[in-house]
């Protein structure tokens, strides 16, 4: 056992080399892509539809129960009536509830796999140009608290490049 933990330590010195490689590192920023993809405004637009779509359903829900809250007041209604009123109106308040629940659920679930699915096309372009430049290793600076890179290996541009994305230079530097 002490054999193995010496063999380790002289192997983790500096200048010991058995076959060092050199590694090569790189920085993309995913946060300066995201909004110029294809992918992402037709996802946006398509949850914001999703959006207006339940807006309009619960606006519709809340007028049944603005309908509803006025038979319930209605003093001329017997008890019996009141009653049955009163468990309408609970009823559809629950389902109210309940609507608006399972669709902020699935407008963020929804939004998560957008983001995913984004996210996953850019990978593979930052692969292609990882691979393409010889870079070990690629941090994405928007994902991870870096703090301090070289602005001369930020990769970002080229993967713009290889996702057919005109846009601006990034912004992050060695910060």
């Known amino acids: 056992m002490k054999h193995v933990i010496l063999m380790l330590t002289i192997a983790m010195l500096p200048g010991f080399s058995i076959a060092q490689k050199k590694h090569t590192y790189a ?13 992402t405004k037709e996802g946006q637009l398509a949850l914001q ?9 619960l606006a519709e829900i809340e007028g049944r129960l603005q309908s509803l809250a006025k038979i319930v007041q209605n003093p001329a209604a017997t008890e019996e009536e009141q009653a049955k009123n009163q468990a309408h109106y609970q009823k559809v308040a629950q389902e109210y509830e309940e609507f608006a629940y399972r669709a902020e659920q699935d407008l963020s679930q929804k939004e998560l796999l957008l983001k995913e699915d984004v ?17 070990h290793y ?30 601006p230079a990034p912004t992050g530097g060695g910060q």
């Open 119 to 135: 996210l996953s096309i850019i990978y593979k372009a930052v692969d292609e140009v990882a691979k393409a430049q010889g870079i």
């Open 27 to 39: 920085h993309v920023n995913t946060a300066e892509i995201l909004p110029h993809m294809t992918e």
């Open 49 to 57: 539809k999703l959006t207006v779509d339940y807006q309009k359903n």
């Open 138 to 167: 690629v941090f994405d600076t928007n994902m991870t608290r870096i703090w301090y890179y070289e602005k001369a290996n930020d990769i970002t541009a080229s993967v713009q490049k290889i996702l057919g994305i005109e846009a």
